[in-house]
């Protein structure tokens, strides 16, 4: 069982950068790849980024390619997103996800996330 906590969420201007970050707590953190996603009001939760338990593959939908950064301590278990250029259509509420896994694959689709957090806002004017 991993509970995860998400932080570093707010209010940015337009071509600012913010940083968000994800705390896990429970055994194994190495074992999960991890993932972050984004729902804006009246829109689909929406893959982000992800990034496998070992940290050596990493993906990005390519609304953020290029100016978001996913990573992750296992040392500290955690896992960062480091958002920068943002735009208003970045805002929306940003949630943390792990998977349970036994290979390095990238996995983008929710519905193959078991454990969540409870989200932080993230808002660009």
């Known amino acids: 069982q991993v509970q995860l906590v998400e932080s570093g969420g707010g209010l940015v201007q337009t071509g600012g950068s913010l940083r968000l970050s994800c705390a896990a707590s429970?055994?194994?953190?190495?074992?999960?790849?991890m993932g972050w996603f984004r729902q804006a009001p009246g829109k689909e939760r929406e893959f982000v980024a992800t990034?496998?338990?070992?940290?050596?593959?990493?993906y990005y939908s390519d609304s953020v390619k290029g100016r978001f950064t996913i990573s992750r301590d296992n040392a500290k278990n955690t896992v960062l997103l480091q958002m920068s250029s943002l735009k208003p259509e970045d805002t929306a509420v940003y949630y943390c996800?792990?998977?349970?896994?036994?290979?390095?694959?990238?996995?983008?689709?929710?519905?193959?996330?078991?454990?969540w957090g409870q989200g932080t806002q993230v808002t660009t004017r």
């Open positions: 429970g055994r194994s953190f190495s074992s999960y790849g």
């Open positions: 990034i496998t338990r070992n940290g050596d593959n990493t």
């Open positions: 996800a792990g998977y349970m896994s036994a290979t390095t694959s990238v996995r983008t689709r929710d519905y193959q996330y078991t454990y």
